[in-house]
């Protein structure tokens, strides 16, 4: 369980991050703000898992 937890987090992590570059480059605020949302649940469950 714990290590399907931590592969969510990293899939999480990339999306999150592909989707504040994508974003980035098309000038979309909003695409950069789900993608900024991505990204933190994705520490949060990284920080989750590691406790």
């Known amino acids: 369980m ?3 937890s931590a592969i969510v987090a990293v899939v999480v992590l990339a999306v999150g991050l592909a ?3 994508l974003g980035e480059s098309d000038d979309s605020p909003g ?3 789900l ?3 991505l990204v933190i649940g994705a520490i949060a469950i990284g ?3 590691l406790r």
Request: net charge positive; aromatic share 14%; no cysteine.
């Open 31 to 33: 695409l950069q703000f």
């Open 35 to 37: 993608g900024g949302l």
């Open 2 to 4: 714990r290590y399907l």
């Open 47 to 49: 920080v989750r898992v």
């Open 19 to 21: 989707g504040v570059v």
